[in-house]
Structures are given as structure tokens and as C-alpha cells.
């Protein structure tokens, strides 16, 4: 069962355009929500991160938005450029459960100029 | 700091042989895990640790072991190896501190081992 669900599974965008990711989970006890970026070849690494007391939080190009009713999550990545090519990982905790993250599936971004 | 190292980088394996997948942090961080990622299916959470000594299964424990004998040390134990097993494994490390009751932080990730079963 898929705590956090992922799309869309691939996204390509023109350099300068929007690039928007969803994420939708179903366990309200969830209580961060990071967003993991990975180049091939290489781990995972934290680009942003949000809690539910928030509705958005915005660093340099990158925004989450958050809409706790819906249980859904987005990331934003503004005016994509080529270096942003990467795969992108949504992903869920609640304090109970010692740091444990659950991930979605991934979602492949590709800029080009 | 080195942050967290994996080894070996790649390796291939027969169906049945076993090997140990090396995992160690200099960062002190007492939270440690061990990921499989698999084309299309993001990162499944095989065992963590919540410090020496102390182990737990996640999503996908059947066919692997660990232990924590040390803060920095975390390796990953394969015992007759399957196709099934052909993924990239990833060791992760936090500092998991909860305020409040509720999760902090970050999970900093190695760069990951290929592994081949055939």
C-alpha cells in the first residue's frame, strides 16, 4: 500500500516554464513533508521541506504548497532550467514513528532548452 | 566530513552467493536506514536503526539482515541472494530529533550501491 501517492511519473518542461509535482497522502497523523531531489548516479538529497501548520513555503525557484483538507501537496519549480533535470521525491513522516520516511514514486524532470 | 559512504559502488552477484553492504556516517547521527530503489517505485525502506544495538524492520525486511554494533556503522547483510534482490541500495543517516512530538529532520543519503543478481 502506497502511503504517498506520486504524479505525475515523468514531466518535461521548456526552460524559463513551471514545473509542478503532486503529491496526495492519506494518513492525517503525518506530520512533515519533504521533498527529495536526486541526479542519476547519486543519493537523494532534502531540497525543502514543509509542515501542515503551513499552507506554503518558498525557497529561491522552489515553493511547496500545502492543502491540509485535501491532503495533497505540490511542489512548484519556477522559471525550470536545464540543472533542475532530475528526479524528484515527494515523502511523509509523523513524529511517532522515530524519523521513518515514506516515499512516492519518484517523478522524472526534464528541462530543455 | 565525509557524510555518509557506501561500498563497494557496484557489484555483481550469483543467485545464492552472500555479501555485506558497508554503510558508515561521521556525522554522529544516532538514526540510521537502509532503501531500495527500484525503476518507477521510489525508495522502500528494507530495516533502520534508532541507534547501537538497535534494529527494526520497514517495509521490505524478507531476505536481509543488519546490525549496529556502532554509532557510525551500519551494514546491510544479503543471504542467498535472488534476481528479486537487483536493485540500488541506499544507507541514509539522521540526527532524528522530535519536538514536541513531531519529526525534524533530514536524511542525508549515500551515493547508493548497484547491485546485479543473476
Known amino acids: 500500500q502506497q502511503q504517498v501517492k506520486q504524479s505525475p511519473q515523468s514531466l518535461i518542461v521548456q526552460k524559463g516554464g513551471i514545473s509542478i509535482i503532486n503529491c496526495a497522502y492519506e494518513?492525517?497523523?503525518?506530520?512533515?513533508f519533504p521533498w527529495y531531489q536526486q541526479f542519476p548516479g547519486k543519493g537523494p538529497a532534502l531540497l525543502i521541506a514543509?509542515?501542515?501548520?503551513?499552507s506554503e513555503k518558498k525557497e529561491g525557484r522552489f515553493t511547496i504548497s500545502f492543502n491540509k483538507s485535501a491532503k495533497q501537496f505540490s511542489l512548484h519549480i519556477m522559471d525550470s532550467q536545464p540543472g533542475d533535470s532530475a528526479t524528484y521525491f515527494c515523502a511523509a513522516a509523523r513524529g511517532s514513528t522515530l524519523g521513518r520516511l515514506y516515499f512516492g514514486r519518484g517523478t522524472q524532470l526534464t528541462v530543455w532548452p | 566530513n565525509a557524510g555518509v559512504t557506501q561500498t563497494p559502488k557496484f557489484r555483481i552477484l550469483k543467485i545464492g552467493q552472500s555479501m555485506t553492504l558497508q554503510c558508515t556516517q561521521d556525522?554522529?547521527?544516532?538514526?540510521m536506514y537502509w532503501y531500495r530503489q527500484d525503476p518507477g517505485m521510489g525508495l522502500k525502506l528494507i530495516y533502520y536503526?534508532?541507534?547501537?544495538?538497535?534494529?527494526d524492520k520497514g517495509e521490505v525486511p524478507n531476505g536481509y539482515n543488519v546490525s549496529r554494533s556502532t554509532t557510525e556503522d551500519f551494514p546491510l547483510r544479503l543471504e542467498l541472494a535472488a534476481p528479486s534482490q537487483t536493485s540500488v541500495y541506499f544507507c541514509?543517516?539522521?540526527?532524528?530529533?522530535?519536538?514536541?512530538?513531531?519529526?525534524?529532520?533530514?536524511?542525508?543519503f549515500g551515493p547508493g550501491t548497484r547491485l546485479t543478481v543473476l
Open positions: 556525522m554522529n547521527h544516532n538514526y
Open positions: 514543509i509542515r501542515p501548520d503551513v
Open positions: 536503526s534508532v541507534g547501537a544495538g538497535i534494529t
Open positions: 541514509a543517516s539522521s540526527p532524528t530529533r522530535t519536538s514536541g512530538g513531531r519529526s525534524t529532520d533530514t536524511q542525508y
Open positions: 494518513n492525517t497523523a503525518f506530520d512533515y
